[in-house]
């Protein structure tokens, strides 16, 4: 017998034959219950977090890691900030920028959006854009060129093509503070798509200094400054902030796309609080194998209590039952759950070909194939809930065992 004593009747107890079809069966199930719930949660949690991701990926193709913003300052200001900025550790790259709400017209078509001004040459060297490019080149946005690079909705609003004229409307203060409005007329050079309508239905690239000769020295200008890891960002801005000093406005990109993270990050707890229902089912269904278990080795349980065995023996004994199904269950859980994740890239088309359908329509969506993230630290949390729960539904039978008295269960023996 495996000592202690009762680890090894627990043991024993869990590979037992004798043991009743109906008793057997829901075990069975209990384990098939954990096994499914932990599988589901780690899959389910993995696609979220590559869904995590690409949503990253696609907010920094035009958006920088962190943004300098220093109102009135003059394009040379702006460009000795920009390179003083990069001389600091941990910064990729930094590049000035203006950023101003207009009105675009093309014909009789008009939409509000937002006109930036860029410099070429740095976004060619950090790149992200570049893959956006569905049509033309970022190139053609030199100074004095007066052209324009739309977002594909942006563009499909205006009913705009390669060659057309864009017209674009500011509103500038004169010396009085009056609203005066200055009128720009730029050509379509390309077209872009991120696949995000708060970029793809509002944003237009102009050349930084066409925009700096349309907007005037009171459009809101700055500086975009790139990291070597986005994920730094929030704690690199606020050393970066330090170190400059001066009065500068400064935000990271968690700031400015805060409401998105939050929703996903509420959709993932929500999700798995929904999920784990299904193992705290299959706990309920561990407690009840137990209880079965309890009353089918009464007998059992008065002569090792007549022999000797503590109260607290006995509650250790089928606490080692119940906890062995719940770490079977969630170890097979968690080989599923694994699998699953690593896998639904190719899993998916081939469900779509049973099923006859697509779940991520080309023509509709910018994302054909599920992504999917596994994170070792979810994995991880995830198996511990399971562990958790079903050491948690052990103890009520434990006790009831542990309460059992030897006359009573040997007296019609």
Request: charge should be negative; charged fraction near 20%.
């Amino acid at each position: 017998m495996l000592k202690p004593l009762p680890l090894g009747i627990g043991l024993r107890y869990v590979r037992s034959r004798r043991r009743s079809f109906f008793v057997s069966f829901i075990t069975w199930v209990s384990v098939l219950g954990v096994c499914l719930g932990v599988a589901a949660l780690i899959t389910i949690l993995s696609v979220m977090n590559g869904f995590e991701g690409e949503l990253r990926s696609r907010l920094l193709a035009l958006s920088a890691h962190a943004t300098l913003v220093r109102p009135g300052a003059s394009g040379d200001e702006l460009a000795a900030l920009a390179r003083r900025v990069v001389e600091e550790p941990g910064v990729a790259d930094a590049a000035p920028y203006l950023e101003v709400q207009g009105l675009l017209s093309a014909g009789s078509r008009l939409s509000g959006g937002t006109v930036r001004g860029i410099d070429p040459a740095a976004e060619a060297r950090i790149g992200q854009l570049d893959e956006a490019m569905i049509a033309g080149s970022l190139d053609d946005l030199v100074p004095g060129s007066r052209r324009m690079v739309l977002g594909r909705v942006l563009a499909a609003d205006l009913a705009v093509r390669l060659g057309d004229t864009v017209t674009v409307l500011l509103p500038r203060a004169d010396a009085t503070g009056n609203l005066v409005p200055e009128i720009g007329a730029f050509t379509v050079s390309g077209v872009f798509e991120i696949g995000l309508a708060d970029h793809d239905a509002t944003l237009a690239l102009v050349p930084l200094g066409d925009l700096a000769l349309l907007g005037g020295p009171a459009a809101p200008s700055g500086v975009r400054v790139t990291f070597d890891d986005p994920l730094d960002a929030p704690r690199e801005t606020k050393v970066l902030a330090a170190r400059l000093g001066g009065e500068l406005e400064v935000r990271d990109w968690t700031q400015d796309h805060a409401a998105y993270f939050h929703a996903i990050r509420l959709e993932k707890t929500m999700m798995t609080l929904i999920l784990m229902l299904i193992v705290a089912v299959a706990a309920f269904n561990i407690v009840a194998s137990l209880v079965m278990v309890v009353s089918d080795k009464r007998t059992d349980i008065a002569i090792l209590r007549t022999l000797g065995l503590a109260r607290s023996s006995v509650v250790g004994i089928f606490m080692t039952q119940g906890t062995v199904i719940g770490w079977i269950g969630t170890a097979a859980g968690v080989a599923l759950g694994l699998l699953l994740a690593v896998n639904v890239g190719d899993i998916t088309p081939v469900l779509e070909r049973w099923l006859g359908f697509q779940v991520f329509d080309p023509d509709v969506y910018y994302i054909s194939r599920i992504p999917s993230e596994v994170r070792s630290l979810d994995v991880g949390l995830i198996a511990l809930a399971a562990l958790a729960l079903t050491f948690v539904a052990t103890v009520y039978p434990a006790l009831r065992a542990a309460g059992t008295q030897p006359a009573e269960a040997l007296r019609y023996e």
